[in-house]
């Protein structure tokens, strides 16, 4: 059943294919749809298109419906093209033709726009969240194990000595910079599109700013033409932040895939974390983090589809958008699930304690060697030449024991400055005042 349909039919074919999985998707929109119909409601009532009587009566079956829609057994009936239709069919059912003024003043393009904006806005939050958690395990760990050393690489070569400090704590500053890109596709998603109707605007008098008010949005999208062009926009905007966190995550497990290996043993896990092998019985298999870095590396490719999708677009809404959900939306489960998964695991990592004892690793000091002679007033040219001799004439000696002091080094993490640009930037987002205004449109 389409609310808007005429008298002719679509071609069953037609519909099947123009419809895909939005009815799948839609789902994840409900709740979402619901709140933008309060606050719509509640505008109408301002302007004298429905009576405070009908927008109190409108709005509380309106809360009634919403805390359906977050039941698991909510679904868009048999028949119903999409979950704008089905919350409205809702209330007819309900409210007979006072349910049929919800829609004036506004198209179904402002209000799946609408509803997509409400639904990113809300997982951003919860993807932050989950990266705040994972953010504080890096710091933790990196603060345990900041006197274990550990082979510092380039080109997979051996090169200075590091540490296991140093390794967590670089990944949990990585999230800073990822949650900063994560906070301004926020500020992009955290406009309201609402009252740019089909992207033209409405001849009726509709009080924009207070429906972005009631909504918790920082600001509006003004140009109605533009609030439809965002819609792409924004998305790919989220996806460049979900692809950074991704990165971050895929580095990091190929490095845990690397460490577990038996020609590094810098690390191990409980049994029951790996996995093994048909006919080997030796093996512990990193199977966790090589699925997380095969599904971030996918997700690292999400902003190029959608860029891809959106290519040579006209202004004005098109079809081709509602296939952007299909790749968006189920992208925050598989990023939250990543970043459960690696928690778990290095939650319970086990270090090993004496890496760099092992001879092989003798030349990781080699740069703290040419240091030491340059201290001693030898030119770094002269010392440098002077150290590789002795390499060569297999004459190198050298001490474990280091003496690192500038900032961010192997002595001096800096991991409570890296925590106070973490909640500086978490701050940012304001989730508080969003919750607190949704909270008011589903209980007063």
Not at 126 to 132: S, T, Y
Not at 208 to 213: D, E, Q, W
Not at 278 to 283: D, E, F, G, R, Y
Not at 391 to 402: G, V
Request: net charge negative; with cysteine.
């Amino acid at each position: 059943m389409k609310l808007w349909q005429k008298d002719v039919a679509s071609l069953k074919e037609v519909e099947t294919f123009t419809v895909g999985k939005d009815r799948e998707m839609d789902l994840l929109l409900a709740p979402f749809d619901v709140l933008g119909s309060i606050a719509h409601v509640t505008m109408l009532a301002t302007i004298g298109l429905v009576t405070n009587q009908e927008r109190d009566t409108l709005v509380q079956t309106l809360q009634t419906i919403h805390a359906q829609t977050l039941l698991p057994d909510f679904a868009i009936a048999e028949g119903i093209e999409d979950i704008h239709s089905q919350i409205e069919w809702m209330l007819t059912s309900q409210l007979g033709d006072m349910g049929k003024k919800i829609h004036a003043a506004r198209s179904r393009n402002d209000q799946v726009l609408l509803d997509i904006k409400l639904f990113l806005r809300a997982e951003i939050e919860q993807l932050a969240n989950h990266i705040l958690d994972f953010f504080q395990l890096l710091q933790a760990q990196s603060e345990t194990y900041k006197a274990v050393l550990l082979p510092g690489y380039t080109h997979l070569q051996l090169a200075m000595p590091s540490s296991f400090g140093l390794w967590f704590g670089a990944y949990a500053e990585s999230l800073v910079d990822d949650i900063v890109t994560l906070q301004a596709a926020y500020k992009v998603v955290n406009k309201n599109p609402l009252g740019s109707a089909a992207g033209y605007g409405s001849s009726f008098p509709i009080n924009r700013t207070f429906t972005t008010t009631l909504l918790g949005f920082d600001h509006l999208n003004y140009n109605v033409v533009y609030a439809q062009m965002g819609r792409g926009k924004a998305e790919r905007i989220t996806a460049q932040a979900l692809a950074n966190v991704a990165d971050t995550l895929a580095r990091m497990s190929m490095d845990m895939c690397l460490y577990l290996n038996q020609n590094f043993n810098f690390v191990s896990f409980p049994a029951e974390l790996t996995t093994g092998s048909s006919i080997m019985p030796h093996k512990k298999n990193p199977d966790v983090f090589e699925l997380i870095r095969s599904h971030c590396n996918r997700l690292k490719a999400l902003p190029n589809e959608i860029m891809m999708m959106t290519t040579n677009l006209p202004s004005g809404y098109h079809r081709d958008l509602q296939l952007l959900k299909e790749h968006l939306f189920p992208a925050f489960a598989t990023l939250n699930d990543c970043i459960k998964m690696a928690t778990l695991m290095l939650s319970n990592i086990q270090v090993q304690s004496d890496i760099v004892a092992d001879p092989k690793y003798q030349y990781l000091f080699s740069v703290e060697e040419v240091n030491k002679l340059v201290l001693q007033g030898i030119p770094f040219r002269d010392a440098y030449k002077q150290v590789g001799k002795s390499i060569e004439s297999n004459a190198f000696s050298y001490s474990t024991e280091l003496e690192h002091t500038h900032e961010g080094s192997i002595g001096n993490l800096c991991n409570k400055e890296i925590n106070a640009m973490m909640e500086e930037s978490f701050a940012m987002f304001g989730f508080q005042k969003v919750r607190s205004a949704l909270h008011k449109l589903v209980n007063n």
